[in-house]
């Protein structure tokens, strides 16, 4: 489904939503630096167990997929083309791609199979086939939040004899597991989908009955702020070197 081509304004970009994105990737930057502080032994941390650090990185996603959800409901009242879909749908997957083969050479043992970027490749395929669903996409969204739980339920009871097939590496991915797997990062179908199923509705939402607010001119920082969130996957898959080289060369420098 597309809204009439009559309707559809040029293809822009929204300033305010890749401010927003921004902030995502400011908030994690310091997260990840952080972490590599604590993988160096600069500033040891338990990443993977302290509130402080897992309720963070879960908004961090949460941030991320919002502005995605956002992006399509753009796409969608656009009527942004296919072609062009696939175009930076396959930047995604190669990206995630190229994640895979160097957190397996970092992290052997716990490498990245399916991240944040695997996961938004899956969904946003998902969430481009389901844009005509309009007010659907919150329940959906909801039930989609709840999946792994239920799932978690059924595998520790009823249906036990299938926990360890869906906790395998071949269906993990899906969410609907009864442990986490150990990886460095770890965005699954589920609960994920929920996030960026309301995006897209929040943004169908606004875009229909207030788009003005999303017109508003932005301050210098916020405007700084859209311009990082205009090259997110660029950014994304350069800090992380770019830290990881630098705190390496000071390990080298303090001997």
Known sequence: MQPPAAARPAAARLDAVDALRGVAMVWMTVFHFCF?????????????????????????????????????????????????????????????????????????????????????????????????AGPWLWPMGLLALAAPWAAQWLLAGPWHAWASVFDSRALNWLGLVSRKPFTEDYVPLFPWLGVIWWGMAAGQWILGLRPAVLAAPLSAPGRALAWLGRWSLSYYMLHQPVMIGGLMAVGWWLG
């Open 36 to 132: 590599d502080l604590s993988h160096f032994g600069y500033w040891p941390q338990e990443f993977r167990a302290d509130p402080f650090w897992t309720v963070q990185r879960t908004m961090i996603v949460s941030l991320f997929l919002l502005c995605a959800g956002f992006g399509q409901a753009i796409a969608w009242q656009q009527g942004v083309a296919w072609p062009r879909f696939w175009r930076r749908w396959g930047q995604i997957v190669a990206c995630a791609l190229l994640v895979t083969l160097g957190s397996a050479w970092m992290f052997p043992r716990s490498f990245i199979y399916f991240g944040v970027l695997h996961g938004m490749a899956a969904m946003l395929l998902i969430t481009r086939l389901t844009s005509g």
